[in-house]
């Protein structure tokens, strides 16, 4: 394989995704097991290409690994500190594992590059796992969905960026709702209500929520299904337009 | 003077800060005249030294046109459109103007770094203006205090960049009342009421706006201040330690 082409990035810039998917009432992301190493995990990240914008670059990141375009990603975090990457002890190994890997495509130049400081803009999305089709990028032997609790330790500072994704998220949710698409085109009451929990890792009392959700206004409640039990049946919601 | 040293910058990464300051119920921000043209003004800013921190360059910026340090600063939004700079209409007058400011010190190569394209990691401030002591940075001529709402067309996107900062100060300014040390030692309810009505340009019913702050749990109310008046004596209140 031919060499690594640095020159079409901008260097000392990257991005770094935390790609929050939902399903079965768990909050998960989307991890990136590292060809470079053994049991070397990461998010899904890349460089920013000279052409492109840092958004676009975001959102072709995260096609790359999950096959969906139109995602709303946002940017909630830089990671700036000038020892980043370049005094994790993660630094050597990636350097040995990536002579290692294919050393014509990872020249020494390459690996200089690739190993030196970079500022890392930190962007989240919140996806529909069900309609994911994830697919390895250049770097990545596996991809995986693991619940936020139950994460490897990952290199550098990844798992201190999902930490500061999830407290972005958690801000002001209610606005999100729409942009992030993230239920079903219907959904009850109790689905929504499950999802903030799994957000915010707390249960919340019916009635409160219910008001709360129903007081901003963009929802749009559907008649009821006829099951023959009426009574039981849960109202349908959507998103009004 | 001599060449100016690129060597010690990350390319293509920049910060502009957005330094509010309260002053005479307005707010104000500090923006600074350029050097390099007639009338050409921008948010002051500068670069990232390979040795620093994002955020400890963005205190240097800060600390170089205010004096002022240990100001809570905050990243709020990275600017990184693929065209940014380069096809700003601006460009070309920057180039003139620091070919004809210093030739010595502006080579063809460092003007070309200079009007390369930036990814712009925006800060914002918010700050006493009584405890300023403007002085310019390098590429100020002159720095000025600006009420919001009469601003100059500044270069680039840097009128936009004001606004995105405007829209995060707004969020949650609440959490981030202490943070600034931006009212003085003491003040009364309706100083931090006028604080508000500035930053967000509307006005607030007395009565809500003292629950709304009370609830928040932050202040201590202090005795009145014996004034001969004692019933119209406003309470002094001050952050809770």
């Not at 690594?4 to 998917?21: A, K, M, W």
Request: glycine share 4%; net charge negative.
């Amino acid at each position: 394989m031919k060499e690594f082409n640095l020159e079409q990035y901008l260097p000392h810039l990257s991005i770094d995704c935390v790609i929050f998917g939902y399903e079965g009432k768990e909050l998960k992301i989307l991890i990136s097991k590292s060809k470079f190493g053994d049991n070397l995990w990461a998010l899904p990240g890349g460089y920013i290409k000279k052409t492109e914008s840092i958004d676009n670059a975001a959102s072709r990141i995260l096609f790359e690994r999950t096959d969906l375009k139109n995602i709303y990603l946002e940017q909630f975090r830089v990671f700036g500190s000038e020892t980043r990457i370049i005094q994790s002890s993660f630094n050597e190994t990636m350097r040995a594992g990536y002579r290692q890997y294919d050393s014509n495509r990872f020249t020494d130049e390459v690996i200089s590059w690739l190993t030196d400081r970079f500022v890392c803009i930190g962007y989240y999305a919140l996806v529909d796992i069900q309609k994911v089709t994830t697919q390895t990028g250049e770097f990545d032997q596996l991809l995986e969905w693991r619940n936020i609790h139950d994460l490897p330790v990952m290199m550098h500072d990844h798992n201190d960026i999902v930490l500061e994704a999830l407290t972005a998220l958690r801000l002001n949710l209610d606005s999100k709702l729409i942009g992030f698409n993230l239920l079903p085109e219907v959904f009850t009451m109790r689905e929504i209500q499950e999802l903030y929990e799994a957000v915010y890792e707390r249960s919340f009392a019916i009635n409160n929520f219910q008001k709360k959700i129903l007081d901003l206004k963009v929802l749009e409640r559907l008649e009821k299904k006829f099951t023959g039990a009426q009574n039981k049946a849960p109202y349908l919601y959507r998103f009004a337009k």
